[in-house]
């Protein structure tokens, strides 16, 4: 719970509406509930996750004012 309390308290984490989250929902209410694997596989996953790379600060502006994409090469 200490990876998905602060997350839900900052309003990081959210839950489409009719999305398949009954589950979930009741593993975080309960205090121990029976069965918590989908709650520890969220929090794994969340732990795991790192932030996007702004790819457009990977482009590069030549002296002559063509934008040159750094990973595949040409002009953009």
Known sequence: MSTLEPRYAN????HYQ??????LEEELIF??????????ALASAIDFVIAPVNTYKLKKENSNGFTY???FGGVV
């Open 69 to 71: 994409n750094s990973k």
């Open 31 to 40: 205090t121990n509930p029976a069965h918590d694997d989908i709650k520890d």
């Open 11 to 14: 309003h990081q984490i959210w």
């Open 18 to 23: 009719g999305g398949y989250c009954q589950t």
